[in-house]
């Protein structure tokens, strides 16, 4: 019999999201064991080990609700940031962030600027407000500002900007905000999107708080623990903005989105400075090695600023990423991003990404 209720008509714009597939689906799959996963860029060195002690004391408290402000996470970060405790918004997830912005900001009428090849999650969101998505193209593997501000119009409610870019790797320079920022009209808000900030620190990395700080009203800056700080698997994210920018968000959010044991992981998580360094660091190594080993097989990568790297594995691209999920590596591949010869790999510990580079080796030379 068919099925003959429709959902709303945004809810069938929206593309399949393909996550990165389950360690254990594969496992079933292929009926092997010790599948590895570089594929959703989760940190490859577990948890912030405070932030796991944290839970383990929260968890006898789960019979409560939580503090739908999450006022004491949200009030570290305002203390950590040095910004004041309004423009912070504590989400579940970043993910639960860009929902309340589009939420808060869109309908039928509105257009939202995102560039080709970014974070899937600002078009489901989109489409579910019924707006209007303009795209505009890459500039060399990274986002075409430019392009994005000539996108503009009476019409636009929200620029995205993820910096670094999901899921090409690439990062914009300060003075290329800046002057981004100078043509952005007032009634358009820009959200950057710095899910992956601790990897990309830099000098030349734009210091986009610094506008909130400044009392700029149309900026918001996006954060995460679900990725340096190993905690993807509990949402927690966060987010700076004037605070009558963040206002409209706590009345459209669930009233208790972020729950009790993700707030107390994101309090102590923030403490761990030391894990998240140590995170950073296994990066850059394993950042360092595939490099040399991509050359080495002739691979074209982008240079990353994240925890991850977009390489061309060519027009057999999908058949690698299925014969490497064979031999239990899980990659991304880049069809659903509009980068169907290229594979989105996240960079793993020097086991998991000796394993990569050996299966994928042996994979080319049959090829
Ligand atoms: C991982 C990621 C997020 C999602 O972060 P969560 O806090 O886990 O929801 C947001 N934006 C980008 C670009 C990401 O890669």
């Known amino acids: 019999m068919t099925f003959h209720?429709?959902?709303?008509?945004?809810?069938?714009?929206?593309?399949?999201?393909k996550?990165?597939?389950?360690?254990?689906?594969?496992?079933?799959?292929?009926?092997?064991?010790?599948?590895?996963?570089?594929?959703?860029?989760?940190n490859p060195l577990g948890t912030s080990p405070k932030a796991v002690e944290a839970i383990r004391q929260a968890a006898t408290q789960i019979n409560m609700y939580p503090?739908?402000?999450s006022a004491v996470l949200a009030a570290a970060l305002a203390r950590r940031f040095n910004v004041?405790?309004?423009?912070?918004?504590?989400?579940?997830?970043?993910?639960?962030?860009?929902?309340?912005?589009?939420?808060?900001y869109l309908d039928e009428q509105s257009e939202v600027v995102v560039s080709r090849s970014s974070f899937p999650m600002y078009d489901v969101f989109s489409h579910t407000m019924r707006a209007h998505l303009v795209k505009t193209p890459l500039k060399e593997y990274g986002l075409d500002l430019q392009a994005m501000a000539r996108a503009i119009t009476d019409r636009t409610k929200l620029v995205f900007v993820c910096n670094p870019n999901n899921p090409t790797g690439t990062a914009l320079r300060a003075a290329e905000v800046e002057a981004f920022l100078r043509d952005v009209p007032e009634h358009v808000i820009v959200i950057f999107d710095e899910a992956y900030y601790e990897y990309a620190a830099s000098p030349e990395f734009p210091d986009t708080i610094e506008y909130v700080r400044q009392g700029v009203q149309n900026v918001v800056v996006l954060r995460t623990f679900s990725k340096a700080y190993g905690l993807a698997g509990i949402r927690v994210g966060y987010g700076f903005g004037s605070a009558p920018l963040l206002a409209p968000l706590k009345l459209v959010k669930e009233p208790f989105a972020v729950n009790l044991l993700a707030q107390a992981a994101g309090l102590a998580a923030l403490e761990d400075d030391e894990f998240c360094a140590r995170s950073v660091a296994l990066n850059n190594e394993g950042k360092?090695?595939?490099?040399?080993?991509?050359?080495?097989l002739g691979l074209f990568y982008v240079p990353t600023h994240t925890n991850f790297i977009l390489t061309r594995l060519g027009p057999k691209m999908l058949w690698l990423v299925e014969r490497l999920m064979e031999h239990g590596v899980i990659i991304r591949p880049g069809d659903a991003y509009d980068l169907p010869e290229f594979a989105r790999i996240t960079i793993g510990?020097?086991?998991?990404?000796?394993?990569l580079v050996r299966t994928l080796e042996q994979l080319l030379t049959e090829m």
């Open 19 to 42: 996550p990165g597939r389950p360690i254990e689906e594969v496992q079933k799959q292929f009926g092997i064991t010790d599948v590895i996963k570089l594929a959703s860029n989760e």
């Open 349 to 355: 510990t020097p086991e998991q990404n000796r394993r």
């Open 67 to 69: 503090d739908g402000k």
């Open 84 to 104: 004041q405790p309004e423009q912070v918004a504590v989400g579940n997830g970043a993910d639960g962030l860009i929902m309340e912005l589009c939420m808060a």
């Open 5 to 17: 209720i429709k959902p709303q008509p945004g809810v069938s714009q929206i593309p399949v999201y």
């Open 288 to 296: 360092a090695y595939l490099y040399r080993e991509f050359e080495r």
